[in-house]
């Protein structure tokens, strides 16, 4: 009996994993649900697909236990935003993948500064110089962010030497952890990124790894996005105006679909694979992991949040009623609410909770 005709095709290796998706989480641009995205996974065979919201982490967790539930490897990362110092307006793309749990934090801890630090019109955007940072890359595999990166936008403006550097920069930022991102999803000039991407990969011996930015589940979805990103930037759907971003093929592509797209890159694909080989986050749900906050001598971690609680309700009370006769008339009210709240950590802590 010859076996291998009946060999199952769950058995065959993967040829493509998704390693873009924006879902409902990146508010501005995404409509993808997430038990949607790993349920098409798992149908198409893919060992591992990505999620990789905007500038956020907010879908992980549920994420996380989606794919696990679901026999897919979850892998975690997010698309973000670097400041473009000669124009605010128009920021570069880059998408950081946590290879593992220490990369995971060092996203979380660049969002963070991102949002504290390096907001514009609403962005939050990371600065090149964070992750050119020694030791700041840890953890982390970098895309370079196709047409939409700072290499990628050199390349199509046809400034070749500029792409190199910034390609060797990044590429000494990130050891071995640093791909040159292509896409074909129908946007202009995307297959002239492609063929200098490769030229370029061939010259500094990079990696290339084919990616889909994928923004709804379905081509049929299309229109809903467009509705949805319209939403987000104030426009409306007829209007001839207003920027046309996205295309009808950023839907979730199978393998099969992939593969065809690639065949003239066959390692594009190969290393999308490698790629989620190379990520592996084991994340610890179900229990809370609080810092060792210092308190002064003496006084217990609820005796201080009640000091600090009352100081700041000082503080608020003479923001709010500058006139002092008007400020002792309110002032039992909101007495009334923080006795009320204190309380409430005081039978905690009785509680042992």
Known sequence: MDTTASASPAAAA????HLRLHS???VQDGIVRLDDAVKRAAKDRMPAVALTDL???????????AARSAGVKPVVGVDVWISNEADRDKPYRMLLLAADRAGYGRLCDLLTRAYLQNKHRGRAELKRE???EPGAAGGLIALSGALGGDVGQALVSGNHALAGRLAREWAGAFPDAYYLEL???????SEAQVQAACTLASELDLPVVATHPV???????????????????GYVLADRRRPREYTDQQYFKSQAEMAE???DIPEALENSVEIAQRCNIVMQLGKNFLPAFPTPPGMSLDEFLIAQAREGLETRLAELYPDPEVRAARRPEYEARLKFECDTIAAGENNGE
């Not at 500038?55 to 236990?65: E, H, P, Q, S, V």
């Not at 923004?215 to 930037?233: G, L, P, S, W």
């Open 130 to 132: 964070w992750l050119l």
């Open 24 to 26: 409902e989480y990146s």
């Open 261 to 263: 797209l690639f065949a």
């Open 215 to 233: 923004q709804f589940m379905d081509a049929a979805d299309y229109k809903a996005h467009e509705v949805r990103v319209c939403i987000a930037q």
């Open 14 to 17: 993967p040829r493509f994993v």
């Open 55 to 65: 500038a956020n982490l907010f879908g992980m967790i549920k994420f996380y236990k």
């Open 183 to 189: 896409q074909r999803a129908g946007h202009p000039q």
